[in-house]
């Protein structure tokens, strides 16, 4: 079992025949995603690595049944191809695309209020759910169906930490990747949720950063209402205040963004906390055995 | 409410300033511009600012106030905040003042609380006309995390630190949301203005000021727009006394106006360097292990376990997801220019990035120059046995690491000496 993604995933990809879109979609057809549809406006009609394009989202949509997009559509027209999403009533929506300006995703998100559309990022990595579905960029072949949700910030260090896990033999149900953005369509307080209602879940590692009061909210989460053990790195201890590293959200804007706020509170929440990233997963195997 | 609020004052009492020497309030993600261009682009939006102008010497600054005619103020134009008390605003009765001010602040660096011990260069100061005030107020607006919404804020706490001001008196600080689908409302101007316990026309002038605010920071793409002080005259007039706008570094290609603003001078040195080179995430940091990682999450990790065992990176570098070997090469040559260096560090995770192509590029590095320290490699992922087999057949010399930890081990044991 998993979350946001499975079997039963019916996936378009927005963006496909550019060369970003190409080469994870054969990435994401090999893995054994369905593909069900492509769009580029102005492509529609054609076939592209074997999937019909689409001019459209809503013609997507109504030709394939798809029920999830990813999106790698070049930031200046992300926003657009989000909006676009929504307004066709797409479930879920993954947006790997890095760089979209935040007014952009102002509006995006005033125009999500209220509407079923779930985003993923943008400026994320993606979902996997072994062996199932993945819709995202990912590496597949370090990924283990098993019971353990990953929920990061982060594409690379989640893939460290994922290897950590298989090459111990532990399996992930899903591996969420919620992006490196100030203002990503979830958070963790979204993915915690699902990963609480999941039943093969049976443990979260949570992978935070620097910057913005997202841990924080998770703390209270896991405090009032996980029953689940969630295991925790936040990285970015060493980074110094007032600059951005990389991610457009990982920059610590005072006493809140800092790393050690963000460990003090998920630590008085009863996470365990992991003090040096290359343990996780032993650390996760620790958690695991104490149920 | 309270507890947001704090969270957002911590924000901007941080936003374009750095407590700690080796990042000085220089340039870090979101564009900064000076002073006197905040003033002139919020003047373009009929925001009241001083009379004045920018003078690059001595001799422009003695005219300006001549022209000015009056008893003017002399502000050093850097990026860090902190100049009064650091001594970088000075004021001059007449035009002989004024040049002997400007002299004493033009190619000068001024160290404030902001700037770290090497200061940042001085080659411009604002002249303007000296204003009377009667009160000293705050204006802002910023996006919030939480709601994902522009944000406007006001405090009758102007011209002290405000996130001072959020943690002692917090009722004095009031905040108005705006949905950009119908953008900043008058009754939104009222309520602040009564907020600020401003009366009569002042409320409506205040309200007049705070929607120009708003259409600028929608239209430049800002990701702070900051009036602190707003005054009132003793001609109970409003005006901008000091102006902070920073940008939105992934809107920049729609605003190549504000492009050009930008004053490398101000900025770190090894930083424009990087960017120069196509190295877009690279910040300087106070040790001596060069790093190169892909991926900004995994670089943060590695310079934390570089300081867990016992070393200090001089920096964090993201070389991104580009398969080209021209930006590992650029990276090496960051790393031997910079005399600090004493090993070099680098941890690729493959995924978008493959590892042969990394493999090469330090291939290429090794025969473009002389690499004169201890270089600790650890590879992962995508096409991992390939660019194992390009290093070892190349012939040069490094030091494998087998995965995450031991990397940063051996690259803090290199450092230090104590390593082949």
């Known amino acids: 079992m998993s979350i946001l993604v499975d079997k039963n995933t019916r996936l378009l990809v927005q963006g496909i025949t550019g060369s970003e879109g190409s080469f994870h979609t054969q990435r994401c057809i090999e893995y054994g995603s369905r593909i069900v549809a492509g769009v580029t406006p102005g492509k529609g009609g054609s076939q592209h690595l074997g999937v019909p394009v689409f001019n459209t989202v809503e013609k997507a949509i109504a030709e394939t049944g798809a029920n999830a997009s990813l999106m790698f559509v070049p930031p200046a027209f992300a926003a657009d191809g989000i909006l676009e999403a929504i307004a066709a009533g797409m479930p879920l929506v993954v947006c790997i695309t890095e760089g979209i300006p935040v007014l952009d995703m102002v509006k995006v998100h005033r125009y999500l209020k209220g509407e079923a559309t779930r985003l993923i990022g943008p400026n994320c990595p993606g979902v996997i759910s072994p062996g199932e579905c993945k819709a995202g960029i990912m590496v597949g072949g370090i990924h283990l169906p098993g019971s353990v949700g990953v929920i990061s910030r982060s594409g690379t260090l989640t893939y460290d930490v994922v290897s950590q896990l298989t090459s111990l033999g532990i399996g992930q149900s899903t591996c969420v990747g919620i992006g490196g953005d100030a203002l990503p369509g979830s958070t963790f307080v979204d993915i915690l949720e699902l990963f609480e209602e999941d039943q093969d879940t049976k443990a979260v590692v949570l992978i935070g950063e620097i910057g913005g009061t997202m841990e924080q909210e998770a703390a209270k989460f896991i405090s009032h209402k996980m029953t689940k053990p969630v295991v925790v790195f936040v990285a970015g201890s060493t980074a110094p205040p007032g600059k951005r590293m990389g991610h457009a959200g990982a920059i610590i804007t005072g006493s809140a963004g800092k790393a050690s706020e963000k460990i003090k509170a998920l630590s008085q929440a009863e996470a365990t906390i992991v003090p040096n990233p290359s343990e996780v997963g032993l650390t996760t195997k620790k958690v695991l055995e104490t149920l | ?420």
């Open chain 2, 1 to 420: 409410m309270v507890a947001v609020l704090k969270t957002v004052f911590a924000f901007l009492a941080n936003v374009g300033s750095n407590p700690t020497p080796s990042a000085s309030g220089k340039q870090g993600g979101n564009l900064k511009i000076h002073e006197y261009q905040a003033k002139a682009l919020m003047a373009q939006y009929g925001i009241p600012v001083p009379r004045g102008r920018v003078a690059s010497t001595p001799a422009e600054a003695r005219e300006i106030a001549a022209e000015i005619g009056c008893q003017v103020v002399i502000k050093a134009q850097v990026y860090a905040g902190g100049r009064g008390k650091a001594g970088g605003i000075k004021t001059a009765n007449n035009p002989e003042e004024a040049e002997k001010a400007a002299s004493q602040l033009i190619g000068t660096k001024l160290v404030t609380h902001q700037t770290g011990p090497e200061g940042a260069p001085v080659s411009k100061v604002l002249v303007e006309e000296a204003s009377d005030v009667t009160r000293e107020l705050y204006l802002s607006i910023l996006v919030d995390g939480a709601s994902h919404l522009p944000m406007m804020i006001s405090s009758e706490a102007g011209g002290m630190d405000i996130e001072e001001a959020a943690q002692s008196s917090p009722e004095r600080i009031f905040r108005s949301d705006i949905d950009p689908a119908i953008s900043f409302q008058p009754f939104q101007g009222r309520k602040l203005a009564y907020g600020l316990n401003l009366g009569g026309g002042q409320v409506v002038e205040v309200t007049r000021l705070m929607t120009s605010l708003y259409k600028l920071f929608i239209d430049k793409d800002c990701s702070l727009a900051e009036i602190n002080p707003m005054v009132i005259t003793t001609d109970e007039k409003l005006l901008a006394l000091d102006a902070k706008l920073n940008f939105d570094d992934n809107a920049l290609y729609r605003h190549k106006d504000i492009q050009e603003l930008q004053d490398k001078e101000q900025e770190e040195p090894l930083e424009i360097q990087a960017r120069d080179w196509g190295i877009n995430n690279y910040v300087k940091m106070d040790g001596d292990i060069g790093c190169m990682v892909n991926g900004a999450g995994l670089a943060m990790a590695v310079n934390d376990l570089i300081q867990y065992c016992g070393g200090r990176a001089a920096n964090f570098l993201d070389i991104g997801t580009l398969n080209n070997t021209e930006r590992v090469v650029n990276s090496f040559k960051m790393f031997v220019a910079d005399a600090r260096i004493r090993a070099i560090l680098v941890n690729i995770f493959g995924g978008m990035a493959r590892v042969d192509v990394i493999a090469k590029g330090i291939v290429e590095a090794y025969q473009q120059m002389n690499v004169p320290f201890p270089v600790v490699i650890r590879l992962a992922g995508t096409n991992l046995e390939e660019g194992r087999r390009i290093l070892a057949e190349s012939g040069i010399s490094f030091i494998e690491a087998k995965d995450f930890y031991d990397v940063a081990n051996k690259a803090v044991k290199a450092a230090k000496g104590v390593m082949e």
